[in-house]
């Protein structure tokens, strides 16, 4: 049975135009990189989701299949025949020990369950365009960025944002953002957000020490209650929005995924690869750049320079405006009083501020072509993209990274 004849449907009986169309979605890349994920193996967080109603639409869907001659097309990054037999081989009882491996002997086992979501969300999408007034189809399924939500107190009540500006640029670069909330059930089932293809963690809070202590990150020096008061929304920690986002960064890290830390994210990045931050610029630094205004001016009127050393990822980004080889200077935006200060292992520097404040660095393995991308930036470029065209391009080297690493993942999942 191909994967293909799996999915035929007679969508006229539910009440859908019968077409032929392709379905974007992954299903035998989600099994594998739930089981991949350190949560998953370390926890053994269940991946349990309408397990016997699931079942028996996938043998619902069989029993249409064998009746139909309407195949809706599918890319390869689908479930594969295999995968789709372990399933069948243990329909009865969902929750037992499945028979094939991801890894080959001693691997990580296929869970059929995860094997049932996929098949629903391949036929809730089939459904879903045929139910459009316009269907739209991309060429390629674009590359999945997983964001974690920050908290915002509106109207004495908590809300999840992610910024627009970040969610525009990677639409514009053929991705698309999944936001993670960041409420404290979320890690139970956080391996429900894969795959993730790049992972983009941007501003907020402070790291906690709480989550830096369980990462086995150093811990910067405490703040004295003068700093700790004059900079008191980024000193109340969040340590959920933390937590999730150190545990896909691990994950990302290990299994190559695209990462992207803009400001706090880069904080973190440099952390999880063995360095140390700076607990307060103004007391640990000696500077006369105030790069966090507790009043005044902010990201988008405040700027102070950095040199941005040449043969570097950010030169080559910026090539328009400083000489790519032999770098030059940049005016940034600047709104933090934590900063790196020792780099962490495998990592380069690749720009300073006066001061000697870093401000950018980067995985020498970097390549977005062949999907390699672990970048770190102090500052924002996604409130700077009237300034320069670099700072766009560095949304646009993310994507395509992120892209050569689905279409990477997705062929090395054809085999399970």
Wanted: with cysteine.
């Amino acid at each position: 049975m191909s994967s293909q004849r799996l999915f035929s449907r007679d969508t006229a009986s539910q009440g859908f135009t019968s077409s032929a169309m392709p379905t974007p979605l992954t299903g035998t890349r989600a099994t594998l990189d739930a089981f991949r994920s350190p949560a998953q193996r370390a926890k053994s967080l269940p991946i349990l989701c309408d397990v016997v109603e699931d079942a028996q639409t996938l043998s619902d869907a069989e029993t249409e299949c064998s009746a139909s001659n309407d195949a809706i097309s599918l890319p390869h990054d689908i479930a594969s025949e295999s995968a789709i037999l372990t399933l069948k081989n243990n329909s009865r009882n969902p929750l037992s020990a499945p028979t094939k491996t991801m890894h080959g002997k001693g691997g990580p086992a296929v869970h059929p369950t995860t094997i049932v979501q996929s098949l629903r969300a391949a036929r809730d999408a089939s459904r879903f365009v045929a139910s459009m007034d316009r269907p739209f189809m991309r060429a390629e399924r674009p590359a999945r960025i997983l964001c974690v939500a920050r908290r915002h107190e509106r109207k004495n009540k908590y809300v999840d944002f992610v910024g627009e500006h970040h969610l525009d640029l990677i639409q514009e670069f053929n991705g698309m953002p999944v936001i993670v909330p960041r409420t404290v059930r979320t890690l139970a089932s956080l391996v429900e957000y894969l795959p993730m293809d790049g992972l983009l963690v941007v501003e907020g809070s402070d790291i906690s020490e709480e989550v830096l202590s369980k990462y086995k990150c150093a811990l910067p020096s405490r703040l004295t209650a003068d700093v700790a008061g004059k900079f008191a929304s980024d000193t109340e920690v969040d340590v959920s929005k933390d937590e999730l986002e150190c545990e896909l960064m691990r994950y990302a890290l290990l299994s190559g995924c695209p990462v992207l830390g803009l400001c706090r994210g880069s904080q973190m990045l440099n952390v999880l690869h063995g360095g140390t931050l700076y607990s307060d610029i103004g007391t640990e630094v000696s500077t006369e750049i105030e790069h966090l205004q507790p009043a005044g001016q902010t990201y988008d009127s405040f700027r102070h320079p950095i040199h941005v050393a040449g043969n570097t990822p950010l030169s080559d980004m910026f090539c328009e405006s400083i000489d790519a080889e032999a770098g030059g200077e940049l005016q940034v935006n600047s709104y933090h009083h934590q900063a790196v200060k020792e780099l962490g292992k495998g990592l380069k520097e690749m720009a300073w501020a006066p001061d000697g404040v870093l401000e950018a660095f980067y995985d020498p393995s970097y390549e977005p072509d062949a999907g390699k991308f672990v970048v770190g930036l102090q500052f924002h470029p996604e409130r700077m993209l009237d300034d320069y065209p670099g700072c766009k391009k560095v949304y646009e080297s993310f994507l395509t990274a992120c892209t050569a690493f689905r279409r990477r993942e997705c062929e090395s999942a054809q085999g399970l």
